[in-house]
């Protein structure tokens, strides 16, 4: 069970800075937290050598558009996250996480290099909906392994950590994206790359060691319907449906770079710049909501994401994109750990796989209409009716969150 004790005072100077009472927090971490983070890295290193290229790809070889774009991102999305929810409750029934954690991850990795092969647009809709699979499989028990592993005072530490290293992944991955286009290799081939990446995360969750889940008394199984789920949990999904449904899929905002007039090869680096950001600034951040609260944070991180979307729907000129980018990579890290900090906050030990899975299911079904939405206000009307709709609902959900969740008495803020 998680220690009960009163959380120490880390002494964060400013987002970024790593003093002494960072680092000796960081190293307090589980053995298991620090694997999964390096799983996450090499992970998306792979994933985020792709994810840069093909919109690229889309558009330029295989001649489909932003509505086709989101299509694809959309459903395979949503059909990843009712895999998320049944992992979550798989997990919480079979009451270990790692079978799901390795096996997701095994999934994606083999789908990744098949995309070489991709003829047409509806080939790279299957391949994305097999990657999507392999991070249902994962993410719900991964997430809650990580709540588990470590007591409520660290949780937002602990995520921070791991979207740092995920963060860094899609540095690397990027810039070895840009790296190879400036080479002018082609663009089949860079996908061949993204298996080393892959292989070498697979292999790391065979390492990982999972701690025995304390005895259960003859309780009844956990129950997967909402209603079996704390009521401040069930309002504070519907305020997250409310934000994804405004939050398309990222290649919207690569497409809007490209449109601006950037170069193929600086689409890689412009997204190299967002993870950049969120991946120094994530661990303190997240840390930040161990002491602050969460939902002040995630307050933060949405009121950044409005000012962001407004801002580049009104961006004409590609020099702008450099520092608009790196905004963004700061609401990813002041939302990313807090978010999934929050839920662990709100749910009972035993729910924690069930919780995560609905967590990423409402995250995944609002992104495809969100996606839908997203590529149909840019065809019928303009890009800036599309980034102005996603800051409003941003924005209606800041308010939801302030008013109406509530949280635990530890946090209330």
Request: contains cysteine; charged residues 15%.
């Amino acid at each position: 069970p998680a220690p009960t004790a009163a959380p120490p005072e880390f002494l964060l100077n400013a987002p970024g800075t790593w003093n002494l009472p960072m680092r000796t927090a960081l190293a307090s971490l589980p053995r298991s937290v620090w694997l999964l983070g390096l799983v996450s890295f090499f992970n998306d290193t792979a994933g985020e050598l792709i994810y840069p290229i093909l919109p690229l790809y889309l558009a330029s070889v295989l001649m489909a558009g932003p509505r086709v774009l989101g299509l694809i991102e959309g459903i395979a999305e949503a059909t990843g996250s009712l895999l998320k929810l049944a992992s979550g409750i798989g997990a919480d029934r079979m009451r270990r996480s790692k079978p799901w954690i390795v096996a997701g991850y095994a999934v994606a990795g083999l789908s990744r290099p098949l995309l070489a092969l991709a003829a047409s647009w509806p080939v790279v809709l299957v391949l994305r909906f097999a990657d999507r699979i392999g991070k249902g499989l994962r993410s719900a028990p991964r997430d809650a392994l990580l709540g588990a592993s470590v007591p409520a005072h660290q949780r937002g530490l602990a995520y921070g950590l791991h979207r740092a290293c995920d963060n860094a992944g899609s540095v690397v991955g990027p810039l070895l994206a840009a790296a190879l286009l400036a080479r002018q290799t082609p663009l089949d081939q860079i996908f061949w790359w993204a298996s080393v990446g892959s292989v070498l995360a697979v292999l790391l969750t065979l390492l990982i060691k999972e701690e025995p889940a304390p005895p259960r008394p003859s309780a009844p199984r956990p129950d997967w319907r909402p209603g079996a789920l704390p009521p401040a949990f069930r309002r504070y999904l519907v305020v997250l449906g409310v934000f994804t449904l405004g939050n398309a899929s990222n290649m919207f905002l690569l497409l809007k770079a490209k449109d601006a007039g950037m170069a193929d090869y600086q689409i890689p680096l412009l997204w190299a710049v967002v993870s950049l950001v969120a991946a120094v600034f994530a661990a303190p951040l997240s840390a930040l909501s161990d002491r602050v609260g969460r939902r002040r944070l995630i307050s933060l991180g949405w009121a950044v994401y409005a000012l962001f979307y407004l801002l580049l729907g009104l961006a004409g000129e590609g020099w702008m994109m450099w520092a608009l980018f790196g905004f963004y990579g700061l609401f990813m890290a002041a939302t990313e750990g807090a978010e999934k900090a929050l839920v662990a906050d709100l749910l009972p030990r035993e729910q924690l796989g069930t919780g995560f899975g609905w967590f990423h299911l409402v995250s995944g079904l609002s992104l495809l209409p969100a996606s839908l939405l997203f590529g149909s206000l840019w065809e019928a009307w303009s890009p800036l009716a599309a980034f102005g709709s996603s800051a409003a609902l941003a924005l209606l959900a800041l308010v939801l969150l302030r008013r109406w969740v509530g949280l635990p008495a530890q946090d209330g803020r």
